[in-house]
């Protein structure tokens, strides 16, 4: 599908589908309100608080340093970019305070009595790998959900809606998928199925990294459909493996933990692709440029009524130098998550088989 006359009505942000298109942006973020708030009622009335015979004591020292190197690496990550990374002194001496912060937080786990969080948490190998697995899950499934909507809209001329649209069926995959996973570890080594998972994963981004501006929508939904089906396969299976040979009293850090470690492997994604997106872009614009010249016989043949002494062909030509090497930018960007698929997928083999699984 080409371009659309109606793409100038949407410069807002592409993700919300109809909420964003029937009321605002801000309705992305207000409609957790009502349901996280159900969610803390349901779980108030439904789960008893049992009483400790002792007390736990919080390490403020390491709690803070862990928040400070984390604040400060999410602003390098959000700010990179923009600030042209570490030519940037902001970004350098934040990176610095990451690293020290880092630092004080490591030793003060390792040396202190009752650390903030307890070193004995990665003795257990499932859960240390599975862990790591859980980075590179978010990074590969957020990369995408931060990339594929400013594509359809910006390049593609999608409405918010259709892109809302075309982007639903990786929801209804995971749905499928979760539906059934539960079912099949009880029959198949749950290590198959995060295999599974990841294979289905890379095909889905090796067929993002075949997008072209003049595609299908057809393309956009059966990969995304793919992608939701192996983030079913590997999700539950790697949860009920990390904690299935861990220790219970280290369970509610180990929670934390997980999900914590997760969540940096989404931030880290997303800066991470759209900075190899947008460096990718200013280089295959300017090798573009380069060949947009008089003497061209390539050019001339494509374009033979382009008159180079013309603003208004010359802007035309800018724009669409422009789209094509956008494009290009994501495509090597979603070419560069299949590669992460595929070399995150070998330590499967550090993965002990659990007693929850098929065997």
Known sequence: ???RGNARAYPRACTGGVLTE???WHWVFFINLP????ALIGVTACLKDKARSTPIRLDVF???MLALALASMQLVLDRGQSQDWFDSREIQLEAAAAILFSYLFVVQMVTAERPFINMSLFADRNFLVATVFGFFVNMILYSVLALLPPLLAQLMGYPVVLVGLVT?????GMLISMMFVGQLMKRIDARLLILAGFLLMAVAQYRMSGFALNMHQ???ISSGFLQGISTGLIFVPLTTMSFATLNPAFRNEGAAMYTLVRNMGSAAGVALLQSISIRNTETVSARLAEGIRPDNPTLLYALPDIDLSAALDVARMNAMVARQAAMVGYVDAFYMLFVIALA??????LLRASPRSGR
Not at 35 to 38: F, H, K, N, S, T
Not at 168 to 172: L, S, T, Y
Not at 344 to 349: D, I, R
């Open 62 to 64: 390491g709690f803070s």
């Open 1 to 3: 599908m080409g371009d």
């Open 344 to 349: 995150a997928a070998p330590m499967l083999l």
């Open 22 to 24: 029937t009321l605002s």
């Open 35 to 38: 349901i996280g708030l159900a």
């Open 168 to 172: 639903a069926p990786r929801g209804i």
């Open 218 to 220: 057809s393309l956009v």
